[in-house]
């Protein structure tokens, strides 16, 4: 009966190295789910930042439009700490047949012959001049968002 009594109270209840394997395995799962949180978290912020800084390129580009002449400026923002901003307006020079032929197109509407004489045609030789604007918003560690906007003077304008 002693053997029999023995052998039953073995088989009930839970070891010590159970416990301590379910502990460690509820602290590895608590980790990993904190990690995963915190990583949102982080993602969460970077794409606030990144739509703040889309919304002040955008303001500063419509500021920008309005002006004819080159120019470029940089600051920073009172209102959102952490974010600066440089311009810079500039005239450039732009060959369409050049934009044409690295977009593929112009292969498809004309062929090499036609092409030579398109641009010997033409009155500004496929060459014209624009004004480029560029905002540059820097934020966060090392990171920027840049936009561009190209306005052409029509010759004879």
């Known amino acids: ?10 088989k009930k ?29 982080n993602l969460r912020k970077d794409s606030v930042d990144l739509q703040k800084a889309i919304s002040l390129a955008v303001i500063e580009m419509d500021k920008l439009k309005s002006k004819d002449k080159a ?14 901003y440089s311009y810079e307006i500039k005239e450039e020079e732009v060959d369409l047949f050049a934009v044409a032929e690295e977009g593929g197109k112009l292969d498809e509407l004309m062929p090499q012959d036609e092409k030579t004489e398109e641009r010997e045609d033409s009155e ?28 052409g003077n029509l010759p004879g304008k």
Request: proline share 1%; no cysteine.
């Open 1 to 10: 009966m002693k053997a029999r009594i023995k052998a039953i109270s073995k």
């Open 13 to 41: 209840g839970i070891t010590y190295v159970e416990v301590m394997m379910a502990l460690l395995f509820a602290g590895i799962s608590l980790t990993s789910i904190m990690s995963l949180v915190i990583m949102g978290m």
């Open 71 to 84: 120019l470029s400026e940089s600051g920073e923002y009172e209102a959102f700490p952490g974010f600066k």
């Open 124 to 151: 500004t030789g496929g060459i014209i001049t624009v004004l480029h604007y560029q905002v540059t918003i820097n934020y966060g560690d090392n990171k920027e968002y840049v936009l561009d906007y190209y306005k």
